[in-house]
């Protein structure tokens, strides 16, 4: 499915990667991709221009392939039976929920593959299935659309939230919104609606309101979120007692009990990191909050758990370094955030790739 160019740097001499790519192929097939689409869509309808193709185009655009839409339609990369002008009218009518199935049917089909290569690494926890939640405004757009024309500064085309499974090392889920300005928070129902049993979410300060958190609970699941000062309810019990230090801190832990708008109480552990070097905003000390029970996770495994959150940030920036997720010129929502999928799909089939080389050569080869 994705452009046989993109691969060519995996595939030179390497038979894993050239099994890997075979089985990727076949995973993220037209058919499969079609099947989605009238899965899915809820207004659009095909004719002559499939969903496979439009995905398969796009991606040859974001893995860089060819340098823009307009581009990689005059030069014929991917055989299209509509005119640029359809093609693009296509483009950006995609619903939110087709792109979002996208990715989530990518890592739904290739987790298998990792898993069955061993290519998936250490787990934050054992007994539970981390899961990193970042979010991303998508970049501010030329002006090239009618709409746009009268505007003089850039405005953002969308806003996702990333779910990110760091032992498979895919991108999982993804909640996307057409309001580039919304805030991260107003999109956690969406999130907390995925919540399974046993999950252990872990997230930024940004994420920490109280009824994300009642949320996650509720649904059985845990989480290492890291404490907003203002957007909590909540009182601390008890005293606070020192634990065993950390590589980057000495480390405490209290009880806290928060409290939601109908009067339910939530009984958690903070756990306070006093940093040996501040953190790049100047912060002395974090606050750690954590249902996760003390006999699966002490204070300072909680305090490795979130200093590991950077796994998500490394996996964004070496997508936005290597795949052209964010095309400048797609300024209505629904096709920067349909483009934007599709480079997510394309970092889990090139990490899929690279789980493979991980389970043949070791962690050392697939970074490289």
């Not at 097939?29 to 796009?58: G, H």
């Not at 655009?61 to 693009?88: D, E, M």
Request: net charge negative; with cysteine; aromatic share 6%.
């Amino acid at each position: 499915m994705i452009h046989s160019e993109v691969f060519e740097r995996f595939t030179q001499g390497d038979t894993i990667s050239v099994m890997a790519q075979a089985v990727m192929e076949n995973a993220l097939s037209p058919r499969i991709l079609d099947q989605l689409f009238e899965d899915v869509a809820e207004r659009q309808y095909t004719r002559e221009l499939l969903f496979s193709s439009i995905v398969e185009l796009m991606s040859v655009v974001v893995c860089g392939v060819r340098p823009s839409i307009n581009a990689a339609y005059a030069k014929n990369a991917v055989r299209i039976n509509a005119s640029l002008t359809a093609l693009y009218r296509k483009i950006e009518r995609i619903e939110p929920a087709i792109a979002a199935a996208l990715v989530q049917t990518s890592a739904e089909r290739l987790a298998p593959v990792v898993k069955a290569m061993g290519g998936g690494l250490t787990p934050f926890l054992a007994g539970y299935r981390a899961k990193i939640l970042d979010g991303n405004h998508l970049a501010k757009t030329e002006h090239r659309i009618k709409e746009l024309r009268t505007i003089l500064a850039g405005v953002l085309p969308g806003h996702a939230l990333v779910v990110f499974d760091p032992k498979l090392a895919l991108v999982v889920d993804v909640v996307l919104c057409e309001d580039g300005h919304a805030q991260k928070r107003s999109l956690l129902d969406q999130v907390v609606e995925t919540v399974a049993a046993r999950d252990l979410w872990i997230a930024d300060r940004n994420f920490c309101t109280t009824d994300f958190l009642f949320g996650i609970a509720r649904r059985d699941g845990c989480f290492v979120i890291r404490q907003h000062s203002s957007t909590l309810y909540c009182t601390l019990e008890g005293e606070r007692e020192a634990r065993e230090p950390t590589a980057t801190g000495a480390v405490f832990e209290q009880a806290l009990r928060a409290t939601n708008s109908v009067g339910q109480e939530l009984l958690m552990r903070r756990v306070t990191v006093v940093l040996d070097q501040p953190t790049r905003d100047g912060d002395d000390e974090i606050h750690l909050l954590t249902n996760l029970p003390a006999e699966a996770a002490d204070a300072r495994k909680v305090a490795e758990i979130y200093r590991r959150r950077w796994t998500i940030e490394t996996a964004l920036q070496e997508m936005e370094k290597t795949l052209k997720g964010e095309i400048k010129e797609l300024g209505y929502p629904r096709a920067a955030l349909f483009s934007f999928c599709v480079a997510l799909l394309s970092y889990n089939v090139m990490n899929t790739v690279k789980s493979a080389l991980r389970a043949a050569h070791g962690e050392e080869e697939a970074a490289g």
